[in-house]
């Protein structure tokens, strides 16, 4: 047996093979009987063979791993890869063969856009019928070479040489489709065009799919300046406007032959997102983003060589759009609604659709929806009445220039469904497009002071000396007193009060009536400024890029009354979150976009709410509100619970307050009347200086006690606060004066506190021995301001009352 039969032995039986004689072996000449020894040699062979098994693993263990090798070899993993790309590839082939270009869909989707219909919350009484198409068609020749230039530099700097799509933005827009995270960018102007012109705006593999073949197929037939032309022309501007043409006259009032390289690029930067970006109604955030994309087309262009540099340095200033013309359907305040319901409705189309803004709104504009709001026809009226009686009609632009200056904005919520059953955006939509309603940047003033108190609350804070913080927690009211942190040291922070006036040793109590600023000052450092940002964030307000510092005390960071109402409507429900909504139904032809629910979860406790609404009856009945609103004619023993707010320089003045069943925040805003710059509102009405006790708060009273429930009650978990320790008695209601109120108290001030609310030591330290007596005492209630403001350290002290 040879060596190698002599190995294939072994393997197979384990043991070794008799050695073969050899012919050459010479035989036993002794005589000796010849032997072949088989046993032993033969048993050591089949131990090795044994161990060498185990060694290579031995047994099913080894067999299953052999398996798995012998099938995921790199030859097999290879073949698979190949098989799987020659399947997509003739995947693809055949979806190439079987997608043709559509005919001529533009006319047929023009003439199938149908007007909105909004309706009031009873579902049959019609607000508005909105939605004429607005389109043009332009030859491409028609507009300056310049011009078309702006829009391949804004969205695809490649489209001249590419062949009509972006593969790996493709790519990536087909995943994020699939694992459901919604469009994010990557299509060529083909693509776009493609889906404008022959497809749907909907967010689905197969709408992808047959945007890319047949963008692959339009490249082929179509030449890129074709392309460009139907692109700028079937693309939605806003206002209304679809195609280049129809914008160049929405925006600048010119033809788009007559458009500047400057203008072009707005118009080609609004394709983003045309409301968010239209300057007319855009926010400071909105404005920041369009210039900042304006100047991102421009410089792509003299990189691209289209513009020169010595161009490019003179375009420095974006070119202001002009005010939007009128549009049937949107006169009065029905333009407000119509935008707030269409913004909310876009939201939603993106949250459950995966769509762009640019995307929702083009999918929402002139589609034929049957949108309801949950807009109360009957208070609705009573608002915009409310407005017209208390402040439109007493201001006199002839007499008195600052009155031009004034804007009213309000916003009227049910705190324990959410809906906003009224709004009052401006004069009218087509004299003032933004709507004051939903304006964010103006200071909320001391309306934020409640939300300071609410933190203290629910934060169990202490005062410096480690007394808990309550509504009768005593505390030093002394204008431009220096704001102290936990180890006594000055945080460089002193602000003044209104007219600069000492109040001595207040009660948190009488400090929220008198609208108190050196007391909330301290008392938001001792709560600790990041606590009072963090629960102004979850009662509703914009803090993300707001810094925890001492000077937010005083209310200046920006807010919308729409924000105003949803934080004191989340109070009035008892901490459960609020988010206002617009919407009650929106239907598209069959199908019915679900509406989220505006009641949200607990956000603040109970108790810390309920505490803060009991302080706040004080504002009302013996504090800033007092002449305007517990004094009120009107009044039929409505419970309230509210707060005055008037910002530096007073360019902004509010009242926010609210009965047990509804919450209404009214605010006034000086605007210049030619810029649309901040500006004072001083002398306004003929008053030396707009209160938030004056306008807002007669505005707020004229409105809710003519359609609120005279004999709701706030039901309160709590033992603080005016509303179940009073410390004063109620005066019997008089006729309001002519004269615009202050925002202090018209009682007169005290000369001392009462015995059990003076401290013995600093007062903003220590913690009265007592709760405030029930009886009529001779000082005014004892309030504490509990809002949260946003003002710079370095900044004077906010006249914010």
């Known amino acids: 047996m040879g060596r190698a039969e002599e190995r294939r032995a072994r393997q197979r039986g384990g043991r070794r093979a008799a050695p073969r004689r050899s012919s050459g072996t010479p035989s036993n000449t002794e005589g000796s009987p010849s032997t072949t020894v088989i046993g032993a040699p033969s048993a050591a062979v089949g131990g090795r063979a044994a161990a060498r098994r185990a060694a290579k693993g031995g047994g099913k263990g080894a067999d299953g791993k052999g398996r798995i090798r012998r099938l995921f070899t790199w030859k097999k993993i290879l073949g698979t890869f190949l098989g799987f790309c020659l399947l997509a590839i003739g995947a693809f082939i055949a979806l190439y063969l079987a997608v043709d270009v559509p005919t001529d869909n533009a006319a047929a989707q023009a003439a199938q856009r149908q007007s909105n219909v909004y309706k009031y919350s009873d579902g049959t009484t019609t607000l508005a019928r909105d939605g004429e198409v607005n389109r043009e068609i332009v030859d491409l020749a028609k507009v300056p070479k310049k011009v078309q230039r702006t829009f391949v530099a804004a969205e695809n700097k490649t489209f001249y040489n590419d062949h009509g799509i972006d593969l790996k933005g493709t790519t990536r827009g087909v995943l994020n489709t699939l694992m459901g995270k919604g469009a994010q960018g990557g299509s060529t102007i083909t693509q776009q065009y493609v889906k404008n012109y022959y497809l749907s705006q909907e967010q689905t593999v197969s709408r992808k799919l047959k945007e890319i073949v047949i963008s692959l197929k339009v490249d082929r037939q179509m030449s890129k300046d074709d392309i460009l032309a139907g692109y700028i022309n079937t693309s939605y501007y806003g206002r209304g406007a679809y195609g280049i043409q129809a914008a160049a006259q929405a925006y600048y009032r010119v033809d788009a032959e007559k458009l500047t390289v400057e203008q072009g690029a707005y118009l080609a930067a609004l394709l983003q997102a045309p409301s968010q970006y239209d300057w007319q109604a855009a926010s400071e955030t909105g404005k920041k983003l369009v210039t900042a994309r304006w100047n991102y087309v421009l410089d792509n262009m003299v990189e691209e060589g289209w513009l020169s540099k010595a161009e490019r340095q003179g375009m420095t200033e974006l070119p202001k759009p002009k005010e939007p013309k009128p549009t049937a359907g949107r006169e009065g305040q029905k333009g407000y609604l119509i935008e707030l319901a269409n913004h909310q409705l876009e939201d939603q189309l993106m949250e459950e659709k995966g769509l762009t803004r640019s995307q929702a709104e083009a999918a929402v504009e002139d589609q034929g929806w049957t949108i309801t709001l949950n807009i109360d026809k009957k208070k609705q009226s009573e608002l915009e009445k409310a407005v017209k009686a208390q402040l439109t009609s007493k201001l006199d632009k002839k007499k008195r220039k600052v009155d031009a200056d004034v804007q009213a904005g309000a916003v009227s919520v049910d705190p324990k469904t959410g809906k906003i059953v009224a709004l009052y955006g401006g004069v009218d939509y087509f004299k003032h497009y933004t709507s004051n309603a939903t304006r964010p940047d103006y200071q909320p003033a001391s309306t934020f002071k409640p939300v300071i108190l609410a933190a203290a609350l629910e934060e169990s804070a202490e005062t410096r000396s480690g007394k808990p913080i309550t509504a009768s927690t005593v505390y030093d009211g002394t204008s431009k007193r220096p704001v102290l942190d936990a180890d006594g040291d000055k945080v460089g922070f002193a602000p003044e009060n209104e007219d600069d006036r000492d109040y001595g040793d207040i009660t948190v109590q009488t400090a929220m009536n008198k609208s108190v600023n050196s007391v909330f000052a301290q008392l938001g450092v001792d709560v600790g400024m990041k606590n009072v940002m963090d629960v102004a964030g979850?009662?509703?307000?914009?803090?993300?890029?707001?810094?925890?510092?001492?000077?937010?005390?005083?209310?200046?960071?920006?807010?919308?009354?729409?924000?105003?109402?949803?934080?004191?409507?989340?109070?009035?429900?008892?901490?459960?979150?609020?988010?206002?909504?617009?919407?009650?139904?929106?239907?598209?032809?069959?199908?019915?976009?679900?509406?989220?629910?505006?009641?949200?979860?607990?956000?603040?406790?109970?108790?810390?709410?309920?505490?803060?609404?009991?302080?706040?009856?004080?504002?009302?009945?013996?504090?800033?509100?007092?002449?305007?609103?517990?004094?009120?004619?009107?009044?039929?023993?409505?419970?309230?619970?509210?707060?005055?707010?008037?910002?530096?320089?007073?360019?902004?003045?509010?009242?926010?307050?609210?009965?047990?069943?509804?919450?209404?925040?009214?605010?006034?805003?000086?605007?210049?009347?030619?810029?649309?710059?901040?500006?004072?509102?001083?002398?306004?009405?003929?008053?030396?200086?707009?209160?938030?006790?004056?306008?807002?708060?007669?505005?707020?009273?004229?409105?809710?006690?003519?359609?609120?429930?005279?004999?709701?009650?706030?039901?309160?978990?709590?033992?603080?606060?005016?509303?179940?320790?009073?410390?004063?008695?109620?005066?019997?209601?008089?006729?309001?004066?002519?004269?615009?109120?202050?925002?202090?108290?018209?009682?007169?001030?005290?000369?001392?506190?009462?015995?059990?609310?003076?401290?013995?030591?600093?007062?903003?330290?220590?913690?009265?021995?007592?709760?405030?007596?029930?009886?009529?005492?001779?000082?005014?209630?004892?309030?504490?301001?509990?809002?949260?403001?946003?003002?710079?350290?370095?900044?004077?002290?906010?006249?914010?009352?």
């Open 538 to 801: 979850k009662l509703g307000m914009d803090t993300a890029k707001e810094q925890a510092v001492p000077a937010q005390t005083l209310g200046t960071m920006g807010a919308s009354p729409l924000q105003m109402a949803g934080v004191y409507a989340t109070l009035d429900n008892h901490g459960k979150k609020v988010t206002p909504g617009i919407l009650k139904k929106a239907e598209h032809n069959s199908t019915t976009v679900a509406i989220p629910d505006p009641i949200g979860e607990q956000v603040i406790s109970p108790e810390a709410a309920d505490t803060v609404t009991s302080v706040l009856t004080g504002v009302v009945d013996d504090g800033t509100a007092r002449q305007s609103v517990a004094n009120n004619p009107k009044r039929n023993g409505q419970k309230v619970a509210g707060k005055t707010g008037t910002s530096d320089d007073n360019k902004s003045a509010w009242f926010t307050g609210y009965t047990p069943d509804l919450v209404t925040s009214v605010g006034l805003f000086g605007e210049d009347d030619k810029t649309h710059a901040q500006t004072k509102m001083y002398g306004a009405g003929g008053f030396d200086r707009v209160n938030g006790g004056g306008f807002p708060a007669q505005i707020w009273a004229a409105y809710m006690f003519g359609v609120t429930d005279p004999d709701a009650r706030f039901d309160l978990d709590t033992d603080q606060g005016a509303a179940v320790q009073p410390t004063w008695t109620p005066t019997p209601s008089q006729e309001p004066t002519t004269e615009e109120p202050t925002d202090e108290p018209t009682t007169e001030e005290p000369t001392d506190e009462p015995t059990t609310e003076k401290p013995t030591d600093e007062p903003t330290t220590e913690e009265p021995t007592d709760e405030p007596t029930t009886e009529e005492p001779t000082t005014t209630p004892t309030v504490e301001p509990t809002g949260d403001i946003t003002l710079d350290p370095g900044r004077p002290g906010d006249n914010d009352q």
